[in-house]
């Protein structure tokens, strides 16, 4: 009779619930939505779980953390430091450290799910740039995701500036010196965001307010609309029989969606907190507290802002004076220029490609990256070159380490700048044609099989196996001829700015698109299936 109550009472407040918010129209038309079950998908997933894991250990740390600058004596359990004179920020984060129970294993745990936040917007986007899944409809996406990163970015730095300890005053100090180098308004601009002169004593809280308020604010309403679009359009996914640009495959939202989203959370969790117990990471209490006539060596920041430290290394020593006043273009250009146009190319991408190809069509399906061996060797190419630069932020510890010169390290990395983008373009695109005609020759001749047969004239051959039909259609690589611009003839070869756009589009165009001659076409593959004999 109570069970029969309880089942009364659930199923009453269900329909008064739906009744006013028409809940079971939607949960019908969304608990069946489909995820793709491809690996490649959770990464994005990672980003999200360990920004939730954020949140909560944030929280905690929020409520034991002083963000302030004021002079105090640190009497807490660290005996080395006792009767040191420190800022609050430093010693409200020892006592976190040292005497909060679990306040140390919560502030690895934040400090870790940060950094591998970062990685994992980072592993994001390539996969997406990679797999050509900014393309139309999801160029929004793209640019929140991009916006994401540098918030993300920003966050990081903030959070690891707050303790105050010789490391992250450090950092701080570099950042002020980049602030300096913004011509006309740079010194308007320190006074600004220190309150006054470096280090004062309003800029810890003033970053403290961003990093727990303004920037977490901005993150989840973007990582809100992120997901709102995601679930408006559907995901991309990779070809097959059973998808294609016009349906959508993969898992149900519930129960397999649900219930393996979940387990994967929890093993997110699992992970960071591993990671926390077992690998220390930002111990300020051997670092001591921020002193601006002290600094440690082989200082390092965290990998994401490493390729700034690396730029601003390797700049040669450039500086202007204009009226009296001196433009550091060694800092300026580096630690300013470079980031924001960096940023900034990173986010109209697919803009410029869908410019030079031509290509307005909505794309659901996911490219195999060797198909589009242009944007995949300018994709390497870029991360060739970020690579130069964070490597380069560590050229004194390289240097110590085996024995190379510092100056012969900065002059690698300099010469790396220019040369391994290129490289890596070069070498990208070259095995990304190479297999292409692999795939082609796989397609008219079959795939090994390591069997040797010997044929009535004595003749020994090895029998080629035909690709099955989900294998086939992942090689196919559909490129409409109708996409390659020919090339400009002017009669009067006038180097007006018109003709020379027309030109320069038309010579990257088919860079991205004279490359399908290296695979056969769809048709004429379906024609080599027919032809070929069971075994070949």
Request: charged share 15%; aromatic share 12%.
């Amino acid at each position: 009779m109570a069970a029969k109550k309880n089942r009364s009472l659930v199923g009453d407040s269900a329909r008064a619930v739906d009744e006013r918010f028409g809940t079971a129209g939607f949960l019908r038309r969304n608990i069946r939505k489909a995820f793709p079950d491809h690996w490649s998908f959770l990464l994005g997933e990672i980003a999200l779980y360990c920004f939730i894991v954020l949140l909560l250990t944030g929280t905690f740390l929020t409520l034991f953390f002083k963000p302030g600058e004021s002079d105090t004596v640190y009497d807490g359990s660290y005996a080395p430091l006792r009767g040191v004179h420190v800022s609050q920020a430093y010693a409200s984060t020892l006592r976190i450290s040292f005497d909060v129970r679990g306040g140390l294993l919560v502030r690895q745990i934040h400090h870790w799910a940060a950094i591998l936040f970062i990685a994992a917007i980072c592993v994001h986007l390539m996969r997406i740039f990679f797999t050509g899944a900014f393309r139309k409809p999801r160029e929004v996406n793209w640019l929140i995701g991009t916006t994401l990163f540098a918030l993300a970015l920003a966050e990081g730095f903030a959070g690891y500036s707050l303790p105050d300890d010789l490391l992250s005053g450090t950092g701080l100090r570099i950042a002020q010196g980049i602030m300096l180098s913004i011509p006309i308004i740079g010194t308007y601009v320190s006074f600004f965001v220190f309150g006054g002169v470096f280090p004062g004593e309003d800029f810890i809280p003033r970053l403290f307010t961003l990093h727990i308020l303004l920037i977490p604010g901005l993150l989840l309403a973007l990582i809100g609309a992120h997901l709102m679009i995601v679930w408006h359009q559907k995901h991309t996914h990779w070809p097959s029989t059973e998808k294609t640009e016009t349906n959508v495959g993969g898992n149900p939202t519930y129960p397999k969606f649900a219930l393996q989203t979940t387990a994967f959370l929890m093993f997110a969790i699992a992970v960071l907190t591993a990671l926390a117990t077992f690998a220390q990471i930002n111990p300020i209490w051997l670092y001591g507290p921020y002193q601006p006539a002290a600094v440690s060596t082989g200082s390092q920041p965290d990998w994401y802002v490493g390729f700034l430290e690396g730029a601003l290394r390797i700049m040669p020593p450039l500086s202007t004076d204009v009226a009296g006043h001196t433009i550091s273009w060694n800092v300026f250009l580096p630690a300013v220029v470079l980031p924001v146009v960096f940023l900034t190319l990173i986010a109209l991408y697919p803009f410029f490609e869908r410019w030079v190809i031509g290509d307005s069509r909505p794309h659901h399906v996911c490219d195999r990256p060797r198909n589009a061996p242009t944007r995949t060797a300018l994709g390497v190419a870029a991360i060739a070159w970020y690579g130069n630069l964070w490597a380069a932020g560590g050229n004194d510890v390289l240097s110590a380490t085996f024995g190379i010169p510092l100056e012969a390290t900065t002059w690698i990395f300099r010469v790396g700048f220019f040369a391994a983008p290129i490289i890596g373009f070069v070498v990208t695109r070259r095995l990304c044609l190479s297999a292409q005609r692999r795939d082609a020759s796989e397609a008219e001749e079959g795939i090994e099989s390591g069997i040797i047969k010997r044929l009535p004239s004595g003749e020994f051959v090895e029998t080629h196996d035909r690709p099955d039909p989900e294998q086939a259609l992942v090689r196919d690589a559909e490129h409409p001829a109708e996409l390659v611009r020919g090339l400009p003839r002017h009669i009067i070869p006038l180097p007006t700015p018109r003709r020379i756009t027309a030109q320069v589009r038309s010579r990257i165009n088919r860079t991205y698109t004279k490359y399908q001659a290296e695979v056969p076409s769809p048709d004429g593959r379906t024609e080599v299936d027919k032809s070929a004999p069971p075994d070949r």
